[in-house]
């Protein structure tokens, strides 16, 4: 299915007063203040966040999967269902697929498939947390720094094999996130599987194309409940400057133990220039991976206001590479992630009001108060229209969980696909 953009700018005509109304409302008042409404917009239209294939289907916990209905079972629909997602909110103009669960059949079909709903490929994602099919080694005790070496070659193997296929199709990134680890004190040494990660890593990297980046997740727990190899920032930090220049920490929101201060997390990588990719999602106890922003929306602000920060100060750091990942059992996966993109954006926008010297000049005169102020005002600002304004400028729906709704688009889905097509991944 695919949405028509005459249809989008029709309902958006319908709703366009309204949204004029409260947009020449908050853009006076910004404007007043001192703020570049234009430069804000334009911002927002660019930002654009790559939705992982396997989010595309209902996730499952370990007691149980309840199947979404419609789901996408093949990379074709996959890739269809996030071009309804971009169609709607501009703002979802990429694909990250994980190997070998989507592995291409015909290359060139799905570039020009994906280029047809102008969605790029960005980072591939290795899978060394499950056993494949015939593998002849198993990752029941890790993978990239098992003991045995001809695991290790297997998964560094497996990891050359997904640079191959991104290149084909225009990735210029290989996320890497290892479940190793170890379940029971004692179970592993330490120090041996730190550095055979390291060797493996280092094996990878030099197989990587100049003009790729690696990206080293981080997480502290699950599915290994004693220790992981490469646990918090620090570790993922090391291992990037061991690889080099064009290794980098990925930062997973739902990676970090309770109470993390992921926001001064972000603020070091970006100093030190090794903040490579992000993941978005959101958590109250562990790695639950719920609609990003459901649950600590002003903690995902202040992560934004280093990210901006970073982003205007620090040259030494690239663009990150922004993805969304999360999963959850019970909603309408692309419902879902029209949420989360929206709450993506609406912290972006509000970190973006954030008058930065102002804020240096209150630091610098230690003023407390003043500084929590400038963070306030702008979080508390509902930025909606300017998300809005973004949209429409780009073609996008004003509303695009209403327009998804309106159109129809799950039950068009169903009737296409079927009540019991199943999605690939988790
Ligand atoms: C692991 O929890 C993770 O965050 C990694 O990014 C994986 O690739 C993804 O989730 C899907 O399993
Ligand atoms: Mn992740």
């Known amino acids: 299915m695919r949405i028509d953009k005459e249809r989008i700018q029709e309902q958006n005509r319908k709703d366009i007063k309204s949204h004029q109304e409260k947009f020449d409302f908050l853009s006076n008042t910004l404007v007043k203040g001192g703020g570049d409404v234009h430069d804000i917009i334009n911002?927002?239209?660019?930002?654009?966040?790559a939705i992982p294939s396997w989010a595309l289907g209902a996730g499952g916990t370990r007691f149980g999967r309840f199947s979404f209905q419609g789901e996408p079972s093949s990379l074709e629909q996959k890739i269809d269902d996030v071009g309804i997602?971009?169609?709607?909110t501009q703002t979802a103009g990429a694909i990250s697929l994980h190997i070998p669960w989507d592995i291409p059949q015909d290359y060139e079909a799905i570039k020009q498939l994906a280029s047809s709903h102008n969605i790029v490929f960005d980072a591939v994602n290795s899978n060394t947390f499950q056993d494949q099919k015939n593998a002849k080694e198993s990752y029941k005790f890790g993978s990239l720094s098992n003991r045995d070496k001809a695991v290790r070659n297997q998964a560094v193997q497996h990891n050359l094999d997904v640079i191959d296929i991104g290149n084909k199709l225009g990735s210029k990134s290989l996320t890497v996130w290892l479940a190793d680890g170890s379940n029971f004190p004692g179970q592993i040494n330490f120090q041996n599987a730190l550095q055979n990660t390291q060797d493996s890593l280092k094996d990878i990297y030099r197989a990587l194309p100049e003009d790729w980046k690696?990206?080293?997740?981080?997480?502290?727990?699950?599915p290994n409940f004693y220790s992981t190899v490469i646990q918090d920032w620090g570790t993922s930090f090391m291992l990037a400057n061991e690889c080099g220049e064009n290794a980098y920490t990925l930062v997973d929101l739902g990676h970090h133990l309770p109470n993390s201060n992921i926001e001064q997390i972000v603020a070091t990588l970006m100093l030190k220039g090794k903040l490579g990719g992000f993941h978005f999602n959101d958590s109250k106890y562990g790695d639950d991976d719920v609609t990003v922003g459901s649950i600590k929306p002003y903690a995902l602000f202040l992560t934004?206001?280093?990210?901006v920060y970073g982003m205007n100060n620090n040259p030494q750091n690239p663009y990150p590479a922004w993805m969304i990942d999360a999963s959850h059992n019970i909603k309408d996966p692309l419902e879902d992630l029209i949420q989360s993109l929206e709450a993506v954006q609406e912290a972006y926008a509000k970190a973006l009001l954030i008058d930065q010297e102002q804020l240096r000049n209150a630091q610098l005169e230690n003023d407390v108060v003043q500084c929590q102020e400038i963070l306030q005002n702008a979080y508390r600002t509902d930025v909606r229209p300017l998300l809005q304004e973004a949209r429409l400028i780009s073609g996008g729906a004003l509303s695009p969980l209403n327009a998804y709704r309106l159109f129809k688009v799950r039950e068009n889905l169903i009737n296409k696909r079927g009540k019991n097509s199943i999605a690939t991944g988790l």
């Not at 934004?304 to 990210?307: D, H, I, P, T, Y």
């Open 214 to 222: 690696l990206f080293i997740e981080y997480k502290p727990y699950e």
């Open 85 to 88: 997602i971009h169609a709607l």
């Open 304 to 307: 934004f206001n280093e990210l």
């Open 43 to 49: 911002k927002l239209a660019e930002f654009q966040v």
